[in-house]
């Protein structure tokens, strides 16, 4: 059975940082790994998208790389700001079957 | 990317009752989920939906709970059936799976009282 894990739970930076957030699954025969954003009492809104082949994707501030091998994701992401601040979700896709949230780190960007 | 709506975008109900939840996409999708995501907890699917047959539940989720209707490729309903406090969640929904990116519903606040 699939389990995601996220690390850390919570993050508390200063505005202008770079950080990283980690992301780690059980079973490498996955179809892809997305990241999502969660703002309080909202929907999710995906980040990125990467494919098991693939090794990483970049999205303005964002660069998210994949080892399928190891089981790991990182979502990284450059000159932090507050309009950042919200709940990162990441989902691993079996193979079509089925989506496997992890519990997500909250991360809180101060002004 | 698909857009995905949702309603009612949140509602309060009284223990025992039923609520039904729609959902709506922008195009066709041979799939949809539905995700329950518990106060402070992270998502948990609830089934799939395919167009045409029965939705597959995942382990705990039970049809006469959880009926979900899947009449188009563009168009999914999930009821939550007598309710109960612990029924309290935001419900999603989306689209994606096969290897596809997936997009979410802005999601249903339900409050049982």
């Known amino acids: 059975k699939q389990e995601v894990t996220q690390i850390p739970a919570a993050l508390s930076v200063p505005e202008g940082e770079n950080l990283v957030l980690n992301c780690s699954f059980t079973?490498?025969?996955?179809?892809?790994l997305q990241w999502f954003r969660q703002d309080p009492g909202k929907g999710l809104t995906s980040l990125l998208l990467i494919q098991s082949s693939q090794r990483e994707q970049t999205s303005g501030r964002l660069n998210a790389s994949l080892d399928k091998s190891s089981g790991r994701s990182t979502l990284y992401i450059a000159a932090s700001q507050p309009g950042d601040s919200a709940t990162y979700l990441c989902?691993?896709?079996?193979?079509?079957?089925?989506?496997?949230f992890g519990p997500g780190t909250r991360l809180s960007v101060l002004p | 990317s698909a857009v995905i709506s949702q309603k009612p975008s949140r509602d309060i109900c009284q223990r025992g009752t039923s609520l039904t939840i729609q959902c709506q996409v922008d195009?066709?999708?041979?799939?949809m989920f539905w995700y329950r995501q518990q106060p402070g907890q992270s998502l948990t699917l609830i089934a799939t939906?395919?167009?045409?047959?029965?939705?597959?539940?995942e382990s705990g989720f039970v049809i006469d709970k959880f009926p979900i209707s899947r009449p188009n490729l563009t168009f999914s309903t999930l009821t939550v059936s007598n309710m109960s406090p612990e029924d309290s969640s935001i419900y999603l929904c989306?689209?994606?799976?096969?290897?596809?990116?997936?997009?979410f519903g802005p999601g249903t606040r339900l409050t049982v009282l």
């Open positions: 939906a395919n167009q045409g047959s029965e939705a597959t539940y």
């Open positions: 195009s066709q999708v041979t799939m």
């Open positions: 079973d490498s025969a996955i179809y892809n």
């Open positions: 989306s689209d994606g799976g096969g290897g596809n990116e997936q997009f």
């Open positions: 989902a691993v896709d079996n193979y079509g079957q089925n989506f496997v």
